[in-house]
């Protein structure tokens, strides 16, 4: 029985979805809605994988120039309590990649190009017997086995199939731009964290630069319209304090608002939603979409083993094997992160004492320094 998947929504997790199924065989549509318009600023932002995400792109014959990160050290701003991960220390060859999010998208895009429609989007849809009818907004009519939700944050088609169980707006802004430090080692990502901001620092290879760096700094909304690329400078000195180097800054400053989501169920009758449609976080682990690669793997495999022992692939009773397996992990994950973000939020001087020395604490274990690479690496499952 020949079934097929239609794929609603082609950034890099659509994209990535559409060629896992193509290497299992599967044959599949993507509509996705908006034409790619190159931008000058396209080269900023950057994108960190876990090693699981980027070993599996390297099997899929996704090449794309990235930087390797060997480390990472984490401060806490205002005290000396410090952390740092190792790739050894896992036995891994690498923590993870840092990839240009433009470039990633555009060597995606490209693999699965003959089966994708832009400029349109599914406006509805229903179940049917067997698989999902779906109405376009230039009016025509597409029939397929399943029905998948890639759109991203803020999907009608989602909300029209779930409720949140998980909504919160961090009221803070992510500033992110491009650096130059020729004091730190280009295998090392650095995050500090204060009370109200977080400022993380990536290796980042894009164009003739050496030494250059992706910047990701959340901030309080209030304080993002203050700094403009005049003042930058004098609001990176904590940094450069803290870090002991020269901050050089080398491009324009774009602007994310930060919010995190979780919805509390991804599938219907013939219908799935995927990746940041069914759950966004907070960037300051770099997992959102180390969690959507994930989904998309997940969800390829209960096709293909749907596909192989003859069952209809649009069936509840699939999909939710699918939302078994990546529910639960995407909630740790995104409690987790909303942890790490609350203590760090926190001014109580017991709290920052407790939080100085348990990162200098944590720092000596270990066998559970090890556990938390292996976990963020996407190597092992809770
Ligand atoms: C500042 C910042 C830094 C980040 N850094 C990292 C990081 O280092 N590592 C990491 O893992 N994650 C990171 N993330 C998160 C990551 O960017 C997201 O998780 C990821 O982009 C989500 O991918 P997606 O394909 O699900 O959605 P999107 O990237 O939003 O793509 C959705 C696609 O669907 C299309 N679409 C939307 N609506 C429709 C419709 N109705 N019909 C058809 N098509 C539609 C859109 O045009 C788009 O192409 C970061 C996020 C921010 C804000």
Avoid at 32 to 53: C, G, V, Y
Avoid at 200 to 211: D, E, H, I, Q, S
Avoid at 367 to 374: D, H, Q, R, T
Wanted: charged content about 25%.
């Amino acid at each position: 029985m020949t079934q097929s998947v239609l794929i609603s929504g082609g950034g890099i997790v659509g994209s990535f979805l559409g060629l896992e199924l193509a290497s299992r065989n599967i044959s599949f549509q993507i509509i996705e809605r908006n034409s790619f318009a190159p931008s000058k600023n396209d080269h900023i932002r950057s994108l960190t994988l876990n090693f699981s995400a980027c070993e599996r792109l390297d099997q899929l014959g996704i090449k794309t120039e990235s930087s390797l990160i060997q480390k990472m050290k984490v401060f806490d701003g205002s005290g000396s309590g410090k952390l740092s991960f190792q790739s050894d220390e896992a036995d891994i060859d690498y923590l993870a990649k840092v990839f240009s999010f433009t470039e990633l998208r555009e060597t995606l895009i490209k693999k699965v190009e003959s089966s994708t429609s832009v400029g349109d989007e599914i406006i509805s849809f229903q179940a049917m017997e067997s698989g999902i009818q779906a109405n376009l907004s230039n009016d025509s009519v597409l029939e397929a086995d399943l029905l998948v939700v890639a759109e991203g944050r803020y999907s009608n088609l989602a909300k029209s199939i779930a409720s949140e169980n998980f909504a919160k707006d961090y009221e803070q802004i992510a500033k992110t731009f491009l650096v130059e430090i020729p004091e730190l080692n280009t295998d090392e990502a650095i995050q500090v964290f204060y009370e109200k901001e977080i400022f993380a620092l990536m290796p980042y290879k894009n164009g003739t630069k050496v030494n250059q760096f992706s910047v990701v700094w959340s901030m309080p909304k209030e304080l993002a319209p203050d700094l403009t690329l005049d003042n930058l400078p004098t609001h990176l000195q904590k940094f450069e304090k803290k870090l002991s180097c020269k901050i050089q800054p080398t491009s324009e400053l774009l602007s994310f608002p930060l919010s995190a989501h979780h919805l509390d169920e991804y599938c219907d009758h013939g219908v799935c939603i995927i990746a940041d449609a069914a759950h966004s976080i907070h960037p300051l682990a770099g997992q959102g979409i180390n969690l959507g690669i994930s989904d998309a793997i997940i969800l390829a495999e209960e096709i293909e083993r749907a596909i192989s022992s003859d069952k209809e692939i649009g069936q509840l009773a699939f999909l939710k094997k699918y939302e078994l397996r990546r529910k639960t992990l995407n909630t740790s994950m995104i409690k987790g992160v909303d942890f790490l973000f609350n203590l760090f939020q926190q001014d109580n001087p017991y709290i920052r004492l407790g939080r100085n020395s348990g990162l200098k604490m944590v720092d000596k274990l270990s066998f559970l320094k090890k556990n938390f690479i292996l976990h963020a690496s996407g190597i092992q499952k809770i």
